[in-house]
């Protein structure tokens, strides 16, 4: 049997981009992954479909595991030969009870490694526009756990506190705020040092209250604060308004479900992040080439004799590459066809293998394309189009219409997949997502399909055309296009939608 091992891995405050590398690139090969509830859902998201997943959740107050028991599924795991990724919210070695984990690993002989992770002392100020340190106002930092036993009192010195003069962070404090500003009044500190609580940082439920040690639990009271929450205690709070950075982008407090196949989320969550958003990724489809390509290969025998070639995705451009190699045939054989491609995706993706589009329509559908090849084909041309199995068949219609020869064969298929981790039905229903990304009709399918029982007039939809604000009005979904069916016009088109919902709130 396989040697197992366990890696114990930081996930961050909350922000899937500041997740390591190194902690997803073992998130990627894992066997098992063992996570708690602090832990981000887009850090969650990332855990492969394919991956067994143990959830061990703590919180204040609530642990679904003791930790003892936690200790032994780590050892149980491992000793099965599995690769275990322990993947805590934040830095395991801080307050994270990692040193007690690796204590039964170590006795039991089982290999280990600890990846750091962003720890929310640093990072969540740092969302909040709060320098922990700054040469002007102090010179010292000290993170403090702000959790006591009920009815016990703290064993904090805070008169030793107080006399650093340093910035003081607590962490688990939430339901002791009054414990500690009263401990840190009667240690002697300035009843008008400025203070902060800052809830869910770096992720759209971002919160600050800033006030002052003497004030700072009343403000709470009268504005409501909710766990995970930090506690900042010193004169760098008095900057969080000057410095405050991250609510000044324009999608920030937003959190948006992104439904594309999980090859091209990336680079789509990628887009929306930069804006400010928290992206919940939900692959609700997944391309899967057909595994008879027969006809797609007689084609490929006989391609000289084609006039266009047509591709209306970048699944499509894909598999027909991949199935091209497949049969040693070079992209000399395509030499005199010219190519159109639907939009912009599928025009990118033929680029990158060195073949330049004839044809884009000025509106990316099938009906548009069907109507602008129409335009340009002569009678008798021989048209391929290698696409999915349940294509809309308005583009060969139209063709057929001004008499082209049509060849479209299916090359894949759109299988449905269920969510991930992240229970994105119990999202919709508490009001926790802002709205969805839709990007073809399939991907509505795909995400109703995953979501069984869904008010989905609870569901406001971002979709990128015609067909796809369809699919998703027939649900009854609160649906919204854009203007071009690209990427970037999409993502203006939910930065439109913030907008809007703002101006009535």
């Known amino acids: 049997m396989a040697q197992g091992k366990v890696y114990l891995v930081g996930a961050g405050p909350g922000d899937v981009g500041l997740f390591t590398l190194k902690g997803a690139a073992l998130l990627a090969q894992a066997d098992v992954v063992v996570y ?39 050892l149980a795991e491992a000793k099965k030969g599995y690769q275990v990724v322990r993947l805590k919210g934040g830095d395991p070695f801080l307050f994270g009870r990692g040193g007690e984990e690796l204590e039964l690993l170590e006795k039991e002989g089982i290999p280990y490694e600890v990846v750091p992770g962003v720890t929310s002392p640093l990072a969540v100020p740092a969302y909040n526009g709060i320098p922990v340190t700054h040469r002007d106002y102090c010179s010292s930092l000290h993170i403090i756990t702000g959790h006591k036993k009920a009815g016990e009192t703290y ?11 340093g910035t003081l962070v607590f962490l688990m404090g939430v339901t002791a705020l009054g414990d500690i500003c009263q401990g840190l009044l009667q240690g002697g500190i300035d009843p008008a040092m400025p203070a902060a609580i800052l809830q869910q ?3 759209a439920r971002q919160k600050r209250i800033v006030a002052t040690v003497s004030t700072l639990e009343e403000e709470v009271r009268r504005q ?27 999608l920030a407090g937003w959190r948006v479900l992104l439904t594309r196949p999980r090859e091209l989320l990336s680079e789509t969550a990628k887009k929306l992040r930069q804006k400010g958003a928290e992206v919940l990724e939900f692959p609700a ?43 040693r045939q070079d992209l000399r054989s395509l030499w005199g066809v010219k ?10 993706e033929l680029e990158k293998a060195g073949l330049f589009v004839d044809l884009v329509p000025e509106i990316y559908d099938g009906e548009h394309l069907g109507k602008a090849l129409a335009a340009v084909c002569k009678k008798g041309d021989r048209v391929l189009i290698p696409r999915a199995k349940e294509g809309n068949q308005d583009l060969p219609r139209l063709l057929q219409e001004a008499g082209a020869q049509v060849a479209d064969v299916s090359t894949y298929e759109t299988l449905y997949t269920s969510g991930g981790i992240v229970d994105e039905m119990a999202e919709f229903a508490a009001g926790n997502i802002d709205c969805a990304v839709f990007t073809s009709a399939s991907t509505v399918r795909g995400f109703i399909k995953g979501t069984p029982g869904l008010d989905y007039t609870k569901v406001r939809a971002a979709c990128i055309g015609r067909q796809t604000k369809a699919a998703a009005d027939a649900a009854g ?29």
């Open 155 to 165: 064993t904090i010195d805070f008169e030793a506190l107080v006399r650093t003069k």
């Open 477 to 505: 979904m609160e649906t919204y296009m854009a203007k071009e069916a690209t990427m970037d016009s999409l993502v203006e088109l939910i930065m439109e939608m913030k907008g809007s919902n703002e101006s009535w709130s």
């Open 201 to 203: 940082g770096t992720t």
């Open 36 to 74: 708690d509830s602090l832990v981000g859902s887009g850090v969650l998201a990332m855990v492969p479909a394919d991956v067994r997943r143990i959830y061990v959740g703590k919180r204040a107050g609530h642990h679904t595991l003791p930790q003892e028991e936690i200790n032994q599924v780590l």
């Open 339 to 348: 190519l159109a491609a639907i939009g912009k995706g599928t025009l990118r």
């Open 285 to 327: 489809i997944c391309p899967t080439p057909l595994e008879n390509q027969e006809k797609l290969h007689r084609a490929l025998e006989e391609i000289s004799t084609y006039q266009w070639l047509v591709f209306t995705s970048p699944t499509g451009v894909k598999v027909f590459l991949e199935e091209m190699k497949r049969i």
């Open 224 to 250: 409501g604060i909710v766990p995970p929450a930090i506690i900042v205690v010193g004169k760098v709070c008095a900057l969080a308004e000057k410095f405050g950075w991250y609510e000044k982008l324009p």
